[in-house]
């Protein structure tokens, strides 16, 4: 059936054809300019269709041959890519192994067949870096940073190895770069506060924690919360230190609205107050900050701000109130103690601080304190065995506090640990060797009584 279709549209076309030359055999003239050329109508039709024939036929083979040397191309790209990625493995796993000579020359071969691969040139760059030259792994980081400006690995990398080599400054710039093109990324924003916090440029950390704040997941943000917290405590220090105490006031009030857990702030905003003269309002801040919490560093600033106004009176008048409303509190006991002592209130010393032995308390200060009202009352064998005590007990002689966080221990309270850099907050030193728990507490409620004529005398 279909050979006779195509007979039948062969003797269609042959029938056409004879009528078209039967229909055209008069000639027609062609001029162009000073030139002309006169044929058939046939012949000129037939001339185009070769004309139009040859042009396919040339436009045909250029494509294909066109094609060719592309395919070609694309085979030697593919083999190249292969060899480039092969070097690349087998450097980067010579370079995890530390294998430093074989892993440049692998990754070197890489480089020489396709100079301007990411991959290998920030391999180069590690490798430079594992061989301790910096410069020149900067100079590659750089090198894949201006061959693509928007992208941000490189300069990811180059600020870690500048902060890991102390180059605070220049591990700045490098995340400041990151975050003019992608002002959202958590890793740049992160690292760029913490260098800012170990710079003490509280105000830009804080900047950039407000912005962390927007972009954390839920279960991360109270985390970046507290640490909004402790970075706007800084710049409420920062004023204090810089005598804005009145600035320093406003903050740390609107802290304590945001945080009322956040006991450093307390004790700075007593600090503040104190610094404006206004002493009676920032112990008794001070005075609700003990009751809350129950931290020494509340009584010893109380001591400090009294002691410093020359004014034991009030102070002693201060523990008695406390005591009244506290008889069974160890620490407040320890401290009144170690006050009456420096009072020359010996008696009222002496009861109290047997008082927190008697509890159980082993702590060499407290055995110092003991045997120094021993000795003042004359008492040389107890005041020697109260000293072989404190001797025995592995403890300082003084009241410090250690860090809640990491458990360094300092001379004086601190709102942020010199050693971890955390606002964990602080505690008595040896506060658990004293009770086992946080606070001090357990004796049997002891009423308070007069101070004794001498003592009043030195009291006052």
């Not at 060719?68 to 995890?96: A, C, M, S």
């Not at 192994?97 to 301007?116: G, V």
């Not at 279960?219 to 800084?234: F, G, H, T």
Request: aromatic share 6%; with cysteine.
């Amino acid at each position: 059936m279909s050979i006779l279709l195509v007979i039948a549209i062969l003797l269609v076309a042959v029938l056409l054809g004879v009528q078209f030359v039967s229909s055209n055999l008069e000639e027609v003239t062609l001029h162009f300019q000073h030139w002309s050329f006169t044929t058939s109508v046939v012949k000129l039709a037939i001339i185009c269709v070769l004309v139009g024939v040859v042009i396919g036929l040339l436009v045909h083979l250029f494509y294909s041959l066109s094609g060719r040397v592309q395919e070609g191309r694309r085979r030697r790209r593919e083999k190249r890519d292969r060899d480039v990625t092969g070097f690349y493995r087998d450097g980067r796993t010579r370079l995890l192994s530390h294998d430093l000579k074989r892993a440049r020359t692998q990754l070197q071969k890489a480089q020489e067949r396709d100079p301007a691969r990411t991959d290998v040139l920030l391999a180069l760059a590690e490798l430079e870096l594992a061989e301790g030259q910096l410069p020149k792994a900067v100079e590659l980081w750089q090198q894949v940073h201006d061959a693509n400006p928007e992208e941000i690995e490189s300069q990811l990398r180059m600020a870690q190895a500048y902060q890991d080599g102390g180059h605070a400054k220049e591990a700045i710039l490098a995340l400041q770069e990151v975050l003019k093109i992608d002002k959202d990324n958590l890793r740049a924003l992160r690292t760029l506060r913490d260098l800012f916090v170990a710079a003490e440029r509280w105000t830009d950390a804080f900047e950039l924690q407000k912005r962390l704040l927007k972009l954390v997941a839920a279960e991360a943000a109270d985390k970046e919360k507290r640490m909004q917290v402790c970075l706007r405590y800084e710049i409420a220090l920062e004023a204090l230190r810089n005598d804005q105490p009145d600035r320093a006031v406003s903050e740390l009030k609107e802290l304590i609205k945001q945080d009322e857990e956040f006991m450093p702030a307390v004790v700075s905003l007593g600090d503040a107050l104190k610094a404006q003269g206004r002493l009676a309002e920032a112990v008794k801040r001070w005075q609700q900050g003990y009751q809350q919490v129950e931290q020494g560093v509340f009584l010893a600033r109380i001591e400090e701000a009294y002691l410093a106004a020359e004014d034991p009176t009030s102070l002693v008048s201060v523990y008695r109130n406390l005591l009244k409303d506290r008889p069974q509190d160890l620490m407040l006991r320890l401290y009144f103690g170690r006050l009456c002592l420096r009072l020359e209130m010996v008696d009222e010393a002496m009861e109290h601080l047997q008082t927190v032995e008697q509890a159980g308390v082993d702590f060499a200060m407290l055995h110092i304190l003991l045997a120094e009202a021993y000795r003042r009352r004359q008492q040389i064998p107890e005041a020697v065995t109260e000293y072989q005590k404190a001797l025995g007990v592995d403890n300082d002689a003084i009241i410090g506090y250690q860090c809640d966080h990491c458990g360094a221990e300092f001379d004086q309270w601190l709102g942020r640990c010199n050693a971890c850099g955390d606002w964990a907050g602080f505690r008595l030193s040896g506060q658990e060797t004293l009770s086992g728990q946080e606070t001090l507490s357990g004796p049997a409620v002891v009423e308070g009584r007069e101070i004794h004529h001498g003592e009043r005398g030195a009291a006052e």
